[in-house]
C-alpha cells in the first residue's frame, strides 16, 4: 500500500510560482498513473493534472498553459509546477496514485494566492 506525502504549498502573490512535490513510499512507482486534484474552501475536489505510467499528459481547462506536471520514477516523486497564479488557484491540492481499481491520496498541502 503506497503513502503519499505532498509538500511544496504555502503563501504566494498573485503571478508567481509554486513547485508542488509528493513522495510515495513503496514499489511500482512507474506502473502507477498520477495525478493533481485540488479542493478550494466550500468547493468540490477538482482534477488538475494527470500523467499516465507512459507519460501522456493532460491537464484541467483552468490550468492547461500554467501547470506542469511530471514525474521522477527514479525518486518515486510526482511535481506539479505551477505558474502565472491567480487567487482562484487558491487551494488544498491533493497527490493521487492510480492503477487498475487501486487509488491512493496524500493528505495535501495548502496553496494560497494573495497580495
Known amino acids: 500500500q503506497a503513502q503519499l506525502v505532498e509538500s511544496g504549498g504555502g503563501l504566494v502573490q498573485p503571478g508567481g510560482s509554486l513547485r508542488l512535490s509528493c513522495t510515495a513510499s513503496?514499489?511500482?512507482?512507474?506502473?502507477?498513473?498520477v495525478a493533481w486534484y485540488r479542493q478550494a474552501p466550500g468547493k468540490q475536489r477538482e482534477f488538475v493534472a494527470i500523467?499516465?505510467?507512459?507519460?501522456?499528459?493532460n491537464y484541467s481547462d483552468s490550468v492547461k498553459g500554467r501547470f506542469t506536471i511530471s514525474r521522477d520514477n527514479a525518486k518515486n516523486t510526482v511535481y506539479l509546477q505551477m505558474n502565472s497564479l491567480k487567487a482562484e488557484d487558491t487551494a488544498v491540492y491533493y497527490c493521487?496514485?492510480?492503477?487498475?481499481?487501486?487509488?491512493?491520496w496524500g493528505k495535501g498541502t495548502l496553496v494560497t494566492v494573495s497580495s
Open positions: 500523467e499516465s505510467s507512459g507519460g501522456d499528459t
Open positions: 493521487n496514485l492510480r492503477r487498475l481499481s487501486m487509488t491512493y
Open positions: 513503496g514499489s511500482s512507482f512507474s506502473s502507477y498513473a
